[in-house]
């Protein structure tokens, strides 16, 4: 069956801008989770949609935001883009997500954010 | 979820097995083992997890200590495409994030 998608898989953006960044996961999963990923901080939790509700949220401001539609797509937006925004965006997809069980993560190839 | 120490990086000769360790010596009773591994520039990909008792599938075998404060991830045959970065996370079911912390950096050499 076809993985986790993300597009697009490169972006360049300016100070100021907002991004919105897609995400498909595999058929039959409800619950998807976003993670940003630098070479300093490393992975970090952004926040889980289960069944188009946000569940859980990291430790991220507010310009931070996400949505998911009831085929279970998901989308994160970020405005005012700061320099320190740039980073590689990985969606992780599962079936039923973590809160309250058990589940083994399906990531995307992830999108590459530069923001000049 | 528990805190688990990995050493930095490793070598390993392609053919032979990797053997990955784990330090988790806070783990409590309901918490699982989970390894990922991230090759360079993809996603983290889901490679096995455990409670007490030892598990193989197709990709490595997870053998857990009896007290459970440490775990290795065996890859029975590394080759050079198994270069990467190997996560070991330790949750249980209150948690809804995965805890990459900076994970142990295997290089396969021919």
């Known amino acids: 069956k076809a993985g986790v998608t993300q597009t697009p898989r490169y972006l360049i953006k300016t100070r100021g801008q907002q991004v919105t960044l897609s995400c498909s996961p595999i058929s039959g999963h409800r619950s998807v989770s976003w993670y940003q990923q630098t070479p300093g901080q490393g992975l970090q939790f952004l926040f889980e949609?289960?069944?188009?509700?946000?569940?859980n949220k990291g430790n991220f401001p507010g310009r931070f935001s996400g949505r998911q539609f009831s085929n279970s797509r998901s989308e994160m937006n970020v405005s005012t883009l700061e320099l320190g925004d740039s980073a590689l965006y990985l969606c992780?997809?599962?079936?039923?997500?973590?809160?309250?069980?058990?589940?083994?993560?399906?990531f995307g190839q992830g999108t590459r954010l530069t923001v000049v | 979820d528990a805190k688990t120490t990995q050493p930095t990086s490793m070598d390993c000769a392609e053919g032979r097995a990797a053997n990955l360790p784990c330090n988790h010596s806070?783990?409590?009773?309901?918490?699982?083992v989970y390894w990922y591994r991230q090759i360079h520039s993809q996603g983290p990909q889901y490679i096995i997890h455990?409670?007490?008792n030892n598990e193989t599938n197709e990709m490595a075998s997870l053998i857990i200590t009896e007290d459970r404060k440490s775990s290795t991830l065996i890859l029975p045959h590394a080759t050079l495409r198994d270069t990467a970065v190997y996560y070991c996370?330790?949750?249980?079911?209150?948690?809804?994030?995965?805890?990459f912390g900076k994970g142990t950096s295997l290089l396969v050499t021919p």
């Open positions: 992780a997809s599962s079936l039923l997500g973590f809160t309250g069980g058990l589940a083994e993560a399906f």
């Open positions: 949609y289960f069944s188009e509700t946000q569940r």
């Open positions: 996370i330790v949750r249980g079911n209150s948690g809804y994030a995965l805890n």
């Open positions: 455990g409670l007490k």
């Open positions: 806070t783990i409590s009773g309901n918490e699982y």
